[in-house]
């Protein structure tokens, strides 16, 4: 795991305009080094000096698909559906493949842009129904997604992933629709984004280079090489990638950079052995897809007065910022200050987000220092045997890790603020005038966060070929066993100021307790809106000197379940069947799964002052951490079963059903009361249809599909945003307990044994539709993909994992209670009371329907390819895609929806072949959002309806041009 001594990132220094003038002619000015690689005419022959023979027959695995017999957009075989590699028509599971030619067309390049394309659409989850949680924290590697309104998940190779997906080392994508996850263990309900990952092949000598410039100085380059030693018998390939881009909005940017390099070796006919191994990293700016919030507007409109002191004037807008100690270090010019008892400026009407023109929304509040960075590997080694003519025998082993570490704001909502102090109070307790009265300024405490994860998976599989004959039937079996050891390790902290002596300034017993925060602010340029954000923490915050206190920032852990160690063990078998019924009139498909899986979570607790690493200055007292000896222990053998069949009834028509059950993945990224790991969820799902080849040829492939899912036991609510402890629920019982231990009504051991601290809450979510697909190649040059997706969502069972927990805590809260006032001003009752109606109104708006779901999605992907004449290689189309409103919240009894979504893409492009060197290129333009529209959308409102409280943001129109030379 990082240790947390990080270099921070420094964009160049040469103006935006600059950086994409060069980026948009690297593609022409590499283009003579690459070519000059090649041999300078097509008729030279390979490194071997004789000409290419013609390559002898390889017989194709069972387990893989030869993507050559892809056609256009159109894909004709699939393994998604059994594990074997079979024809999409007689696969009953609702399977999307997405070939080579068409990802190339739209330009894809990660999991991000395949999601509308896929009718997909990203997560957002959390207290105000909106942007997960994993994407801001170090425990993140892929953006979460919703299939048919439920979560979706990523494997690669049939396994699940720790490492940031891009499509750069990827040979093929399918969509599994639903929980079908029958074939690959735990799964979500949505559905699968199945991702193979390219091998070393036994035919064919290629190299292929491709450049692409983009929009925000976006520079790519990527690297595929695949060279055959000994004809079908040993190749190796070498693929990498190196890309940087900025954003669109201030300060974001993505680097990452990935090596791998892959063999495959077949000694004898029937033994093919294959490995890959290959590292990466990967660095982006961690944003919040919104502006700031308005801690303004309200002191504006009441004429902006300025205090001399700490009281607030009467009407003046203003309010305390903390009646305890809070030191607080100013970036601007390296000063500290205490603002204990001093005010700052309130905005109108609550929380809510400014208007865009007082911070418009591409500028990024996180700023240049909130970062996610990554350090991953993948290994994976491959032993096919065929045994005779009928049976195959394949043993995997599978390892990728990552080592994350973050930089994260401590909350998903900052405020934009102005200060009204004449005087400010310096750390010895004198005041000062204050020479910055008036102006704008924002602020935060930084929380620095490293993770870790492991997952190993080993597996034998066989698959057995039996055929009986034109009416007894062809059939086809495959078994698996397999053993998988996922683990994760987390260590999120903050940063707190402690004296020589490693004790925190305020509150000792718990160190990560505000009281001990040191805070950052960051005053501002009215107007200058690039330099609107919070604070940068590579800045060195300064000692502060109190009586004789020495008083330093230091990280501590930031609360029991923020410092993990998760690890889940699962071992699998499988059985899975195909047969093919009179005369291949009817295929049918049955699967069985059995995981027997075990959840460990290793115990944080507080350690003492005489502990070892106390003393030697490693940890400071009352700080969380691990106790190896402590492991909470959770699990069970969970059965999967899958079952379908495709009546052919006619040459252009075929009626299908399918009907799934699965395990859910484990939420690894968030705990759930009493503060551990979500339980597994479990999924069902249903599918029945009709598919038709129109005109017999394969040419014009419909599927139109009926379909019902349904999720018990998810955890997708964040109550809170981010932050471990931040949530309605929290905040109401942990001041109580505090209040009580406060008064010694309870001790320290009562408080911390009952006290929350949890990340989600749990839900029912059901779905129901209907998907319509449709894949035409009418003629050689013209290609065409269509889909369409209906889905009716609905939630209930709202958050049952609270009790016994809440009766339990509340019992002891009551009766300990000696009337008096909490700092809120409420009763112990009356904050109870609060809570409970909390509760009521939190599960009516969830069990309403499914906030961002957008019901209706649909797309369209062209591509026309002229074949002669002047216009010849070259080609032309584009994507237009829909989404429609999604819910958002109730008002005054009302649903509220939000905006659709139209959006066009467009692509052209020529491959022609560079008359010196005979070696072909491919030029490509892409433009994304062609419209330039739908850039800020409503995401929620304020509970009066007349603010945004969220919104949806969509990047404007921008372009990448590619160019890939082949040879």
Not at 428 to 455: C, D, H, I, K, V
Not at 861 to 867: A, H
Not at 875 to 902: D, N
């Amino acid at each position: 795991m990082h240790a947390f001594s990080r270099s921070f990132r420094t964009r160049a220094s040469r103006p935006a305009a600059a950086r994409a003038a060069l980026a948009l002619l690297l593609p022409l000015l590499t283009l003579p080094v690459l070519c000059a690689a090649v041999s300078p005419t097509g008729s030279t022959p390979p490194a071997g000096g004789t000409a290419p023979a013609i390559p002898a027959v390889v017989e194709l695995s069972p387990f893989v698909v030869n993507a050559e017999s892809d056609v256009g957009y159109q894909a004709a075989n699939t393994t998604a559906g059994s594990r074997l590699n079979t024809s999409l028509k007689d696969t009953a599971a609702a399977i999307n493949p997405l070939t080579k030619e068409f990802l190339d067309d739209i330009g894809a390049t990660n999991l991000g842009d395949l999601l509308t394309v896929a009718n997909a659409e990203p997560e957002f989850e959390d207290g105000a129904g909106f942007n997960a949680i994993s994407n801001r924290r170090s425990d993140a590697f892929n953006s979460p997604f919703r299939i048919r309104g439920q979560l979706g998940a990523v494997a690669i190779d049939l396994a699940e992933t720790g490492i940031p997906v891009d499509l750069s080392d990827i040979e093929r994508v399918e969509v599994a629709s639903g929980p079908n996850s029958v074939l690959f263990g735990n799964g979500a309900t949505g559905g699968l984004f199945n991702m193979s990952t390219k091998r070393a092949a036994l035919r064919g000598t290629k190299t292929v280079l491709r450049t692409t410039a983009g929009s925000w100085a976006q520079l790519r380059q990527e690297l595929d090489s695949n060279v055959v030693l000994r004809r079908n018998q040993l190749a190796l390939r070498l693929f990498g990638l190196y890309s940087q881009r900025d954003g669109w909005r201030s300060w974001d940017f993505e680097d990452t950079h990935r090596l791998t390099g892959a063999l495959t070796f077949r000694p004898w006919p029937s033994t093919t052995v294959s490995a890959s191994y290959g590292r990466g990293e990967l660095e982006r700016n961690i944003s919040m897809p919104w502006n700031a919030m308005d801690g303004l507007t309200l002191w504006q409109a009441l004429g902006s007065k300025l205090s001399e002191g700490p009281a607030d004037p009467n009407g003046a807008g203003t309010q305390v910022i903390s009646t305890v100690n809070r030191y607080t270090f100013v970036e601007n010019d390296g000063t500290v200050f205490n603002l204990r008892n001093r005010l700052t400026s309130r905005g109108t009407g609550g929380e809510r987000l400014l208007s865009a023109e007082l911070f418009p929304f591409d500028y990024n509040f996180t700023g240049p220092g909130a970062t996610f960075s990554s350090e991953f590997q993948n290994t994976i080694i491959r032993l096919e045997q065929k045994v005779g003519r009928q049976l195959t025998l394949e043993a995997a082993y599978q390892k990728n890790t990552a080592d994350n570490a973050a930089y994260t704001v401590g909350v998903s909502r900052l405020f934009l603020q102005a200060d009204p102090n004449l005087f400010l109070t310096l750390p010895n307790g004198a005041s000062a005038p204050n020479p910055r009265a008036g102006q704008l300024f924002m602020e935060n405490n930084w929380q620095p966060e490293t993770s870790r994860f492991l997952n190993e998976v080993g597996r034998l599989t066989a698959a057995y070929d039996l055929d009986l004959g034109k009416w007894l039937g062809q059939h086809r079996f495959a078994g698996l066993v397999e053993s998988a050891r996922f683990e994760r390790g987390r260590n999120d902290g903050v940063i707190i100021l402690v004296d020589q002596f490693g004790v925190p300034v305020g509150n000792a017993g718990q160190p990560e307790n505000a009281a001990n925060f040191y805070w950052r602010r960051r005053y501002l340029r009215p107007g200058d809106f690039r330099n609107y954000y919070s604070s940068d923490p590579s800045i060195e915050a300064p000692h502060i000197m109190v009586g004789t206190r020495d008083l330093r920032g230091r990280w501590v852990s930031f609360s029991r379940n923020g410092t993990s160690l998760d690890r889940r063990d699962t071992d699998s078998l499988m059985f899975a069947m195909q047969n093919f019924w009179f005369k291949r009139r009817l295929a049918t498909t049955y699967g069985y799964r059995r995981d027997d899986t075990t959840f460990r979570s290793t115990v944080a607790n507080r350690i003492s002052a005489t502990d070892p690493r106390v003393i030697s200055g490693e940890r400071i007292a009352n700080e969380w951490v691990l106790a190896p000896d402590q492991i909470e222990e959770q699990g069970g053998i969970y059965p999967t079963r899958t079952f379908g069949a495709v009546l052919h009834v006619h040459p252009r028509i075929s009626l299908f059903y399918n009907q799934s059950s699965n395990v859910g993945t484990p939420r690894f990224d968030r705990t759930v009361i009493p503060g551990i790991l979500p339980p597994a969820s479990k999924g069902k799902g249903r599918d029945a249809g009709v598919m038709l080849n129109l005109s017999g040829d394969d040419r014009y492939f419909a599927r139109l599909n009926w379909y019902e899912t349904g999720q018990t036991g998810d955890a997708p609510l964040a109550p809170g945003g981010a932050g471990i402890n931040q949530n309605y629920f929290t905040q109401a019982i942990n001041p109580m307990l505090d209040y009580l231990q406060q008064r010694q009504l309870i001790t320290a051991q009562e408080r911390d044994a009952n006290y929350m601290s949890f990340s989600a809450m749990t839900i029912d979510t059901n779905s129901r539709g209907v998907e319509v697909e449709f894949v035409a190649n009418p003629i050689p040059n013209w290609t065409l993909r269509a889909s369409y997706s209906y889905t009716d969502t609905s939630r209930d069972n709202y958050f049952p994992e609270r009790e016994p927990h809440l009766t339990r805590v509340l019992t002891l809260i009551r009766s300990r209670d000696d009337r008096g006032l909490l700092s809120s001003g409420l009763t112990i009752e009356q904050q109870i009371a609060s809570l409970l109606a909390e509760i009521d109104d939190t599960a009516a708006r969830n069990e309403v329907a499914t906030t961002g779901v957008r019901p209706s999605k649909g797309t369209v992907t062209t591509r026309y390819r002229w074949s002669k004449g002047a216009l010849k290689g070259t080609f032309v189309g584009g994507s237009v895609l829909y989404q429609s409103a999604p819910y958002l919240q109730l008002l005054a009894g009302k649903k509220v929806y939000g905006q659709e979504v139209r959006d066009l893409q467009l692509f052209v492009g020529t491959t022609y072949r560079l008359p010196r060197f005979n070696v072909p290129l491919r030029v490509q333009l892409n433009v994304y959002n062609v419209t330039n529209d739908n850039l800020v959308q409503p995401g929620r409102y304020t509970g009066d309806g007349l603010a945004l409280y969220r919104v949806y943001l969509r990047a404007p129109r921008n372009f990448r041009l590619s160019a890939t030379v082949e040879f």
